[in-house]
């Protein structure tokens, strides 16, 4: 992923644990209200259910990767931006919102 300067993730918490890196960049990561300096080859391990978010306070772009346990996202996808992972988490909440409808909503939606 790559933020802008200023940019951040969004604050999240998420079900499963989660390795980020930092590749390109600094700035800071908070972690349960508690922040971190992070710079290139900087290791953030995020566990289960702890609340987090990582702020780009570089010039430049920050360029990071991230490692669910277990896999959140299926094999080879790849979001460039975060504008790019926002389009996909929102594409999936639709998704998952026609799953969860109850047979008759979703009869009528596709007749629609």
């Known amino acids: ?5 200023g940019e951040d993730i969004g604050e999240e918490v998420h079900k499963l644990d ?11 990561a908070v972690l349960d209200g508690v922040e971190h300096r ?7 391990l ?10 780009n306070g570089s010039s ?11 896999p959140h996202h299926r094999d080879g996808i790849v979001h460039a931006t975060k504008a790019d992972a926002e389009a996909a988490q929102r594409a999936l909440r ?3 919102d026609r799953i969860d409808q109850p047979a008759s909503r979703l009869a009528l939606a596709r007749l629609r």
């Open 18 to 28: 989660q390795f980020l890196g930092v590749e390109k960049g600094k700035g800071k």
């Open 1 to 5: 992923m790559s933020l802008k300067p």
């Open 38 to 44: 992070i710079k290139p080859g900087v290791a953030i």
């Open 94 to 96: 639709r998704e998952d």
């Open 60 to 70: 430049g772009r920050m360029k990071l990767y991230t490692l669910y346990a277990p």
């Open 46 to 55: 995020v566990p289960a259910g702890t609340r987090h978010n990582l702020i």
